[in-house]
Nanobody, 119 residues
Framework: QVQLVESGGGLVQAGGSLRLSCAAS????????MGWYRQAPGKQRELVAS???????NYVDSVKGRFTISRDNAKNTMFLQMKSLKPEDTAVYYC?????????????WGQGTQVTVSS
């Protein structure tokens, strides 16, 4: 059974830092593109950052220069280092695993972890 287990959310003051972790099943981690999405109250879920199996990264403009996504293939774990946090970063953050293109494999989601940034 494939599982994505997130950890590391919490409450932090503006300007602070947090690191999110996502532990994935070995069966998918080596071939799936991993990513972090977030959803704030009343807003659509958005892609924050993604990282391919070759460690090619992509970020939404609002977090560039502040967030860093990485992956430890030996530990089947993905991270999101968040610095200079702003109140508008407050959201539930979800770990995502996307299969290679042109396959019939499914996408997986974690249960979400709350990040709250106080002003």
């Amino acid at each position: 059974q494939v599982q994505l287990v997130e950890s590391g959310g919490g409450l932090v003051q503006a300007g602070g830092s947090l690191r999110l972790s996502c532990a994935a099943s070995r069966s998918i981690f080596s071939i799936y593109t991993m990513g972090w999405y977030r959803q704030a109250p009343g807003k659509q879920r958005e892609l924050v950052a993604s990282i391919t199996t070759e460690s090619i990264t992509n970020y939404v403009d609002s977090v560039k220069g502040r967030f860093t996504i990485s992956r430890d293939n030996a530990k089947n774990t993905m991270f999101l280092q968040m610095k200079s946090l702003k109140p508008e970063d407050t959201a539930v953050y979800y770990c995502n695993a996307r299969p290679p293109p042109y396959t019939s494999a499914r996408t997986y989601w974690g249960q979400g972890t709350q990040v709250t940034v106080s002003s």
